[in-house]
């Protein structure tokens, strides 16, 4: 039996080690964290991620040929497979602060390896790095190996939140990246032994480590750009009286340009385009590309200008004032179908609004109080390193109202913020919600959600991203 070991039971491990297990019963599957709440919670009822149609894929075969654990150090010594599913967070400090991947999760992982294997081993990059991080992983294990070799494969994960499952089952293209030696390829083929259990073998392509490392990077950047484009056109529909939505859909009937990811936003959130791009564009730097770097900065720009842009239009509607004004948002998550919050547009809108003295009410289906408050209190880029996770005390001034029900948010309120899709924001009572706020009410769409026309009948004053006003 194939013996898999996965170390990182996050939002990428969790999910794509449940699947190998599902589609592979002849493989073992371990995956270990050093957060023993998330193996806790792994092992019980309530997973510590949501993300549709998990559930069942664990219950199917957790016990069975897939394991929780905090003993690392075992399951890594049993392993003839090795995924690195560890964060890379951007660094605070010191070189690159704010731009370069932080490694140090990842270096430990590896010094952990060189330390209890006693057999040979195959260890994959399934965490999204650096190009060249390979070679550097490369250096820990051998110089610190007592006789066993190591293959590094690199193995990125294209799968998106919300949406985990389905794309796991049904993936695009799986990537592997190995040294192009005997021992490299015979590790490529293992590993694509075991994705070919369920994917077909068209769809898995192999390349030299480099290639794949920096695919993923690019596919990364690719997307991300993709919506920074809409958002800088929607800026232009808002001054024109053009409508995104029409002009998204009249260039995505070009088959060369296909209809998908041209949905403009309030901006792009999550854990990793924004920490990929401000990677690639430190590697752009270091390679004295100015040029390159300076294209990739720029979607992040956008996406900068497109998230103060929302919260200028709010404040500059309302009045140039939105001081003591109650502001309900709804929606915390940084797309539907996630209780996550990594990086999430509504962080900013949020305190920007906090930053002109709003008093802000929270309603989000999945996110939870905590979540939100801590969110708010983190400095830029701190949510992904450990240490500076702290509970939040009971005494601590908690800077936002968070509710459990969209209409005790919007309840009083002189304005209304949608910040995220999710689906059931389409189906609220609106004229119940018109109703019960100060008037004239505000309707401030981030996501266009809700229909401009219908509200604008209800009574609501509404700006929709992209949209005539
Ligand atoms: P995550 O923070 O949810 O999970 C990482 C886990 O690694 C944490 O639980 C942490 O405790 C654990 N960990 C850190 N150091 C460890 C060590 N030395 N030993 C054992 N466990 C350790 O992160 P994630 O969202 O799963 O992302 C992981 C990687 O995958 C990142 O590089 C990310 O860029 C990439 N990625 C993420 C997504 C996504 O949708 N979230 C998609 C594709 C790729
Ligand atoms: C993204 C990529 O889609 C995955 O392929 C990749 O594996 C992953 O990043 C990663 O490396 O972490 P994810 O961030 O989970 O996945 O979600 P997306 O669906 O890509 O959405 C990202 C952000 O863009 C969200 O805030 C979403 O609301 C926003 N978005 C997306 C838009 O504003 N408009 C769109 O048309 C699409």
């Excluded at 001034?397 to 995220?420: F, M, N, Q, S, W």
């Amino acid at each position: 039996m194939v013996k898999i070991c996965c170390i990182g039971a996050g939002y990428v491990g969790g999910p794509t080690m449940a699947v190998i297990a599902l589609k592979c019963p002849a493989v073992e599957v371990v995956v270990v964290d050093i957060s023993v709440a998330r193996i806790t919670a792994w092992n019980s009822e309530q997973l510590p991620i949501y993300e549709p149609g998990l559930d069942d894929v664990v219950k199917q075969c957790r016990g069975r040929n897939l394991f929780f654990s905090t003993d690392i150090e075992k399951h890594i010594a049993r392993a003839d497979i090795i995924f690195v599913s560890v964060n890379t967070p951007t660094k605070t400090r010191g070189l690159g602060a704010g731009k370069a991947a932080d490694l140090t999760y990842w270096e430990n992982a590896a010094r952990m390896i060189a330390d209890v294997a006693k057999a040979d081993k195959i260890v994959v990059e399934k965490s999204t790095v650096p190009v060249k991080t390979a070679e550097a992983i490369e250096k820990i294990l051998i110089h610190n190996s007592r006789g066993v070799n190591f293959q590094i494969l690199s193995n990125p994960e294209f799968l998106a939140e919300g949406t985990a499952i389905k794309d796991l089952f049904n993936p695009d293209r799986v990537l592997i990246g190995g040294r192009e030696t005997p021992e490299g390829k015979k590790a490529v083929q293992a590993l694509k032994q075991v994705y070919a259990n369920w994917v077909p073998e068209d769809r898995i392509i192999t390349t030299n480590l480099w290639s794949a490392e920096l695919s993923k990077l690019a596919a990364n950047a690719f997307l991300a750009q993709r919506i920074s484009s809409v958002n800088a056109i929607s800026a232009l529909c808002e001054a024109t009286g053009a409508d995104v939505a029409e002009v998204a859909y009249a260039i995505g009937k070009d088959t060369r340009v296909g209809p998908r990811f041209l949905s403009a936003s309030v901006g792009f959130g999550g854990s990793c385009f924004q920490k990929d791009i401000l990677n690639l564009v430190y590697i752009c730097e270091c390679h004295g590309l100015p040029e390159v770097a300076n294209y990739w900065k720029d979607v992040i720009k956008i996406n900068d200008y497109q998230k103060s842009r929302f919260v200028n239009r709010v404040v500059s509607s309302m009045f140039n004032t939105v001081s003591e004004k109650k502001i309900a948002v709804l929606g915390f998550a940084f797309k539907k179908d996630t209780g996550d919050t990594r990086e999430t547009p509504a962080i900013d809108v949020c305190k920007g609004l906090l930053g002109d003295k709003a008093k802000v009410c929270i309603y989000d289906p999945q996110v939870t109080e905590e979540q939100i408050q801590r969110d708010l209190a983190l400095n830029k880029f701190d949510w992904d390193h450990p240490v500076h996770l702290q509970p939040m005390s009971a005494t601590e001034v908690k800077p936002v109202a968070v509710t459990r029900d969209a209409y005790e948010a919007t309840k009083g309120a002189h304005g209304v913020c949608i910040l995220t899709e999710w689906d059931e924001f389409k189906k609220l009572d609106y004229v119940r919600i018109y109703e019960s706020m100060q008037k004239p009410a505000f309707m401030f769409d981030g996501r266009n959600v809700v229909d401009p026309q219908k509200m604008r009948e209800i009574g609501f004053i509404v700006y929709s991203i992209g949209k005539p006003l």
